[in-house]
């Protein structure tokens, strides 16, 4: 090899081995997937968690353990090859010293075990699928909770916005107030009450933001992530009705929900699991040949041998039975609580679906909120301006304003999570 190219070569591996030593850890790979400036759909905050979160990767280690726990069961049909030596020395009392050498090479087949093994494999494959269920059912889980850290930032935004505006109203106020007392056709009472009601919506505004930094931190964490670069989300809490039956929610449910899916595996195990416990008294037959070496001198004597065992159990004190009624109590135990789940599910919806209802009727009503005190506040300035209103009745309706706003900002949360966790009931892919 020419010299420069054993040079590129040496630098290559160099590259690699420094890649793999001092290259980027998971946690910093996987904030990678978001960068400065982005500006994130729910539908693409759901796709980062289950890419990145920890119990998504910790969900499918657990399914490639199981897949090795087939593995491990359908070992069982290949054959054993094993080889064993041996060196031993003696003195016996009054003779001369002597050494024993022996070697031994060995192959063992079980031919049938009456369908033992099959039993045992189908049993670990559908703990595989089982597992596979249990992973999308975490899945669902961390979609649900993404999409509530989701639209808790956007109505702590919307809080914000509120809170801003309020107090904007309320520095315009004190500046009409100063003016009226400067003008001499208001009383200092109307300045201070303007300065005190001023004072507190600037510390609603600072809870606000905190609350918005928390519901930031919140959604950072349910998509997997300790700490992000600044991002954004795309606001979409606007009220669009979503039109389902109970009766279609409830056939989704329960079609789709992994967790019931699992469950149901779970019966199928326990089945198969009862198989297997009745014919534990079952015989096995098995094949072996053994080849050996043996001797004091070299070169040691040969032989060899193979044949066939049948193990037929007759009296075990009653274990195979103890271990089918064993089987058979799991076996209902999961029966019932599949039925049980199934209730559960049915109340889910049953839950969600009146929720969905409710909220969607206290989202008309609070808009109509928001417009009566929009014009009452109108009203009270009116007065105020005119010089016939007081200015308790501004602070009111400011105030009244602001709840309002803020419940109606509510009221679209609420509708939105209703969605979202009728959808979740349903086992569907969220958003």
């Known amino acids: 090899m020419h010299l420069k190219a054993r040079t590129k070569l040496i630098l290559a591996s160099i590259f690699i081995y420094s890649a793999a030593l001092f290259g980027p850890s998971p946690s910093q790979a996987e904030t990678l997937m978001l960068q400065e400036g982005d500006l994130l759909t729910l539908e693409q905050c759901i796709e980062i968690a289950l890419q990145a979160h920890p119990d998504v990767m910790g969900a499918q280690k657990k399914v490639e353990a199981q897949e090795s726990r087939v593995g491990q069961a359908m070992s069982q049909n290949y054959p054993e090859l094993s080889a064993s030596t041996n060196y031993s020395r003696s003195s016996p009392a009054g003779g001369s010293t002597h050494s024993n050498y022996s070697s031994n090479i060995s192959l063992s087949q079980v031919i049938t075990d009456f369908g033992q093994r099959e039993r045992k494999i189908g049993i670990e ?252 506040l109108e009203l009270a300035l009116g007065r105020y301006q005119a010089g016939v209103g007081s200015p308790i009745e501004v602070t009111d309706a400011t105030v009244a304003l602001n709840d309002a706003r803020k419940n109606y900002v509510q009221a679209l949360y609420d509708y939105r999570m209703a969605e979202i966790t009728l959808k979740s009931a349903m086992g569907e892919n969220l958003p």
Do not use: C
């Open 125 to 376: 494959r559908e703990n595989v699928t089982a597992t596979g269920f249990e992973a999308d059912n975490r899945k669902r889980n961390i979609a649900y909770g993404v999409s509530e850290a989701y639209y808790g930032v956007l109505a702590a935004k919307r809080n914000v916005s509120v809170a801003e505006d309020t107090v904007r109203q309320f520095e315009e106020h004190l500046r009409q107030a100063q003016g009226f007392y400067e003008a001499g056709t208001a009383p200092r009472f109307d300045v201070t009450k303007a300065q005190v009601d001023l004072s507190n919506a600037r510390l609603e505004l600072i809870k606000a933001r905190s609350s918005l930094e928390i519901a930031w931190k919140t959604l950072s964490n349910a998509m997997g992530f300790a700490d992000t670069p600044s991002y954004d989300i795309a606001d979409d809490m606007d009220f669009k009705v979503y039109d389902i039956t109970k009766q279609e929610a409830l056939a989704r449910a329960f079609d789709n929900r992994p967790d019931l899916k699992a469950q149901e595996t779970s019966e199928v195990t326990a089945q198969k699991s009862l198989e297997l416990a009745a014919r534990g008294d079952s015989p096995t037959l098995s094949a072996y040949a053994a080849y050996n070496f043996e001797g004091r001198d070299f070169p040691l004597d040969e032989g060899w041998n193979f044949g066939m065992t049948m193990s037929i159990p007759l009296f075990d004190g009653h274990l195979v039975e103890y271990q089918t009624k064993e089987a058979a109590a799991n076996l209902e135990e999961v029966k019932l609580a599949t039925s049980s789940l199934r209730n559960n599910i049915s109340l889910e919806i049953e839950e969600g679906y009146l929720s969905l209802i409710e909220y969607g009727e206290s989202v008309e009503v609070s808009r109509l909120m928001v417009r009566q005190a929009e014009e009452n």
